[in-house]
């Protein structure tokens, strides 16, 4: 059998590759530090074992995102949060860098997790800076739209966080800072991609638009560790 693609498992393929000096693992389950980033990795087909360690890992009761599992999670595991979504990949885009583009560093943070929390792009944590490149755009002094570099499977980078502030939506901010963050990537010979979820079709025609295609479609679960984890 052929081996997986690094797409298939991002996660997993992000922390046994680029991201490994992150990974805190108990078996065959590794995970981002929590104030790093939420995913947690599995093998494409976990066993009981693995189940038990993420349980071990996380904590009891705690809320797991798991993306590119191929199984349900245990019985006694709660599915709080399932979503379908799609995977897309650089197929042409007119990455360039951007003259207003600035590199936003650990002093944005706090600006960076306010516009964040106002536009919920998704998860972004205090450190999740240190994942990659992380490029902004200001006006008059304030951080109104931002974009960055998350997964980092070998040979790809994700690009995530792509986030304007309501008050500057429509003039092509979002655009111009992917294709900024598109050059850095293709600079270091790696290959951009992104997700999103798939009912969100403005979203996934504005990628297209841009030099996207479709990959694959991808279902991002969040399940609750049991109350009781097994001891092992």
């Avoid at 065959?28 to 071990?56: C, H, K, M, Q, T």
């Avoid at 070998?154 to 986030?163: H, K, L, V």
């Avoid at 939506?169 to 992917?178: D, E, F, K, N, S």
């Amino acid at each position: 059998m052929s081996e997986p693609h690094p797409l298939d498992n991002p996660a997993w393929s992000s922390l046994t590759g680029p991201h490994a000096h992150f990974a805190e693992r108990r078996g065959n389950v590794l995970r981002y530090p929590v104030d790093v980033s939420p995913f947690v990795a599995l093998p494409l087909e976990p066993d009981a074992a693995d189940w038990n360690d993420i349980a071990a890992l996380a904590g009891p009761g705690a809320l797991v995102p798991l993306a590119g599992v191929a199984v349900p999670p245990p019985d006694d595991w709660e599915v709080v949060m399932r979503l379908a979504g799609v995977q897309l990949v650089d197929d042409g885009i007119a990455a360039a860098p951007d003259d207003e583009a600035v590199r936003l560093e650990e002093k944005d943070v706090p600006e960076m997790l306010d516009l964040v929390e106002r536009t919920k792009p998704g998860p972004f944590l205090p450190r999740t800076i240190e994942l990659g490149v992380y490029l902004g755009i200001r006006r008059d002094g304030a951080l109104v739209a931002m974009a960055g570099e998350r997964l980092h499977p070998p040979g790809w980078t994700e690009i995530s966080a792509i986030c304007t502030d309501e008050a500057f939506r429509g003039q092509g901010l979002a655009t111009r800072l992917v294709h900024a963050v598109a050059a850095g990537i293709r600079e270091r010979g790696e290959t951009p991609f992104l997700h999103a979820a798939a009912d969100n079709t403005n979203a996934i025609k504005l990628y297209e638009s841009l030099g996207f295609r479709l990959r694959r479609s991808a279902t991002f679960l969040a399940a609750r560790v049991p109350a009781e984890v097994p001891n092992r």
